[in-house]
């Protein structure tokens, strides 16, 4: 996993941050987030190829249980730095109405309604191919982001009454993590009550502003109630805390028995971490870290109280485009190829998704999934 350390790059504006507090980021030397081990091996050292943060960063493997982790690592006080205002999952705008109404694109299974043709199906002939549309779903369908039905619609489909079932519906959700809340508009349309927790003052402000139910803050500080939530989900967060056990006790609790926990995380264990070295994309120092394999997140989770644990690798190529995107940008900084691969990750394209779906799945089939979208279960009393 370690390449040659080379100066780090702040290949164009995009990349660069835009507050100067980030040239005083400390870092503190850590034991094993995860076993409390002293004695590690670097592995892997890398700038911050995303955000341009001022420092060489690295990754070393608990010499005891093999987590990958950073160290040395921002101390409490600088995490926030480590996020520009122009960092990537914090610039989309969720589409909503008010606190009264919710416009999606999202039909109550969390899929993509019809509302226009994808350009494929536009062709007149393709219209009237049999099976055509659902396999073109299919294909594009990346398992990054379910929504998973509320227990009143799988209580619905059992025959009973929809307007009883109605009456009690209490399907909570929390989302860690949430940025600008993409996502809750999604639960939202699924038929879940939704809530947010976002850390970031400015992605916490869109949600906000877009009339979403989020709090502003971390998860210790912030107020809910134990047991109360039937879903919690966190993509693309658990790499970000500091301790991954304790924020996964806690959304344990958080839970009520037999709630589900979705989320999302890197995979470590993968062909893309030794192919692309320090260019992998979503090595993401010093945000990311942790770096998980399949094994290591289902120990913690087992560890953390989680039954029920299914590992899903998502048909997703984004790491791959990213950090071909780097590699060009390192070379040819001003490259519009190059800028434009750079910011398909935070903003896919269909045509693109489409293109390279066949590879990504079968990367997925082989176990060789860049990201892994994971359930888990706080098992009954």
């Known amino acids: 996993m370690r390449d040659k350390p080379e100066a780090?790059?702040?290949i164009n504006s995009l990349m660069q941050p835009e507050d100067e507090s980030v040239n005083t980021l400390r870092l503190e030397r850590i034991a094993c987030p995860l076993c409390d081990c002293t004695k590690a091996t670097i592995v892997q050292t890398s700038g911050d190829n995303l955000c341009g943060i001022?420092?060489?960063?690295?990754v070393e493997r608990c010499d005891a249980c093999g987590h990958l982790f950073m160290n040395p690592r921002p101390v409490m006080e600088c995490l926030a730095a480590c996020y520009p205002d122009n960092y990537g999952p914090h610039q989309s705008i969720p589409k909503t109405t008010s606190l009264s109404g919710v416009e999606s694109p999202l039909s109550e299974q969390g899929q993509a309604k019809d509302q226009t043709r994808p350009p494929i199906l536009r062709i007149l002939p393709l219209r009237f191919v049999p099976g055509l549309r659902k396999f073109y779903y299919w294909l594009i369908d990346d398992r990054s982001q379910p929504v998973p039905p509320t227990p009143t619609t799988l209580t619905n489909s059992r025959g009973i009454d929809a307007r009883e079932s109605q009456t009690h519906n209490n399907c909570l959700a929390v989302e860690i993590g949430c940025a600008t809340g993409q996502y809750l508009v999604r639960l939202l349309a699924a038929g879940w009550k939704a809530t947010g927790i976002e850390p970031g003052v400015g992605p916490a402000t869109i949600a906000k502003n877009a009339g979403l139910d989020v709090q502003c803050g971390l998860l210790e500080t912030c107020t809910l109630t134990p047991e109360s939530f039937d879903l919690a989900a966190a993509w693309m967060v658990i790499e970000h805390v500091p301790d991954p056990r304790d924020t996964l006790k806690r959304i344990h609790s958080l839970l009520k028995p037999g709630g589900r926990f979705l989320f999302?995380?890197?995979?470590?264990?993968?062909?893309?971490v030794a192919f692309f070295g320090r260019k992998w994309f979503v090595l993401e120092l010093p945000r990311h870290l942790h770096h998980f394999t399949p094994l290591s997140i289902q120990k913690l989770l087992e560890e953390s109280g989680f039954t029920n644990i299914e590992i899903t690798h998502q048909r997703n190529l984004s790491n791959v485009v990213g950090s071909v995107a780097l590699i060009i940008l390192s070379?040819?900084?001003?490259?519009?190829?190059?800028?434009?691969?750079?910011r398909y990750p935070h903003h896919p394209t269909s045509v693109m998704k489409l293109l390279l779906a066949p590879f990504a799945h079968f990367l997925a089939l082989m176990k060789q999934g860049g990201r892994l979208t994971i359930t888990a279960v706080r098992p009954e009393k």
């Open 331 to 342: 070379r040819w900084p001003h490259s519009r190829i190059g800028l434009w691969l750079f």
């Open 8 to 10: 780090p790059e702040q």
């Open 264 to 272: 999302s995380i890197p995979n470590a264990g993968c062909w893309e």
């Open 54 to 58: 001022p420092g060489e960063f690295s």
